[in-house]
Every structure is written in structure tokens, then in C-alpha cells.
């Protein structure tokens, strides 16, 4: 009896359902070596999408990818707020200009140009880019989103 087992783990078995279709079984912890035959179109599909389908989860590319895009989106819409709601402001307290100011020293005959302008209205874009960061967090508690650990042995 236990010869039976033991061979019938060690073979490969061809099974036809009642339906008419065909499988081929090959005991667990056996390789695959020489000659496969498929069967069936879509086991044909798995093995040939399969290796593509493994790196795509175990990478995690879909996810990146979404993260990517909706990372884009979400930085034309605080772009458009910015340019919507905080400029105006921004055009009251500086004026219109405030990219353009300039403060210049002088080294020797050189004139140095520094865009302080410029660079606090990248600051302030910055700061509402921040701010609503931080707020879409709170108000969605992903900060409280807890990440499943795999058990590494």
C-alpha cells in the first residue's frame, strides 16, 4: 500500500473530465523538465503572461503607476489653487510682480542678480502644496492605515 503512494506522488497523471477536457497533474515539488504540453489555450496564456504577471505583483508596478498618475493630477489641481486663490493674495501684499523682483549686489563691476521674488513665491506655493498634503491625510486617517508585514522566516 504505501508503494502505491509513494508512486502515484511520483508520477505525472493525465486526467479527462466528464466535460471532455484534458489536464495533465504533476506531483507538488516536482520540476518541470523537458517537453510540456498545454493542453488547454488558457494554460498556454497563464504560462506565457505568468513570469510578466509575478513581476508586475511582486514589484508592485500597478500600484506605483496609480500613485504616479493620481500624484500628477493632484499636482495640477494645487497648481491651479495656488494660481486660483493664493496669487491674488500674494498680488495684494507684494503686487503684481513678485516673480520679477529682484535684488542685485555688486562685486567688484559685476552685478549679482538674487530672485528673492521668485523664490518666496515658490515658497508659498510650496507651503499650500504642504498644508493640503497634510490635510487630505487627517481627513482620510491614512496616517493611521496600518501596512500588512510579511512574516519572513
Known amino acids: 500500500m504505501a508503494e502505491a503512494t509513494k508512486q502515484s506522488q511520483t508520477e505525472t497523471k493525465i486526467i479527462e473530465t466528464p466535460t471532455g477536457d484534458v489536464h495533465v497533474t504533476q506531483p507538488k515539488g ?21 513570469g510578466f504577471a509575478n513581476f508586475l ?30 496669487k491674488p493674495w500674494v498680488a495684494v501684499l507684494f503686487g503684481d510682480d513678485l516673480n520679477k523682483r529682484v535684488a542685485v549686489l555688486h562685486h567688484g563691476t559685476a552685478p549679482v542678480p538674487l530672485p528673492w521674488g521668485a523664490f518666496i513665491y515658490s515658497f ?4 499650500f502644496v504642504v498644508v493640503a ?14 501596512k500588512r508585514t510579511k512574516k519572513r522566516k
Open 124 to 127: 508659498i506655493d510650496f507651503f
Open 133 to 146: 498634503i497634510y490635510v487630505v491625510i487627517k481627513l482620510f486617517r491614512l496616517d493611521k492605515l496600518k
Open 30 to 50: 516536482k520540476q518541470r523538465h523537458g517537453v510540456t504540453i498545454l493542453l488547454e489555450p488558457d494554460e498556454l496564456v497563464r504560462e506565457q503572461v505568468g
Open 57 to 86: 505583483r511582486e514589484y508592485a508596478v500597478v500600484g506605483l503607476a496609480i500613485g504616479f498618475v493620481v500624484g500628477q493630477q493632484a499636482n495640477a489641481v494645487m497648481k491651479q489653487l495656488v494660481d486660483s486663490f493664493v
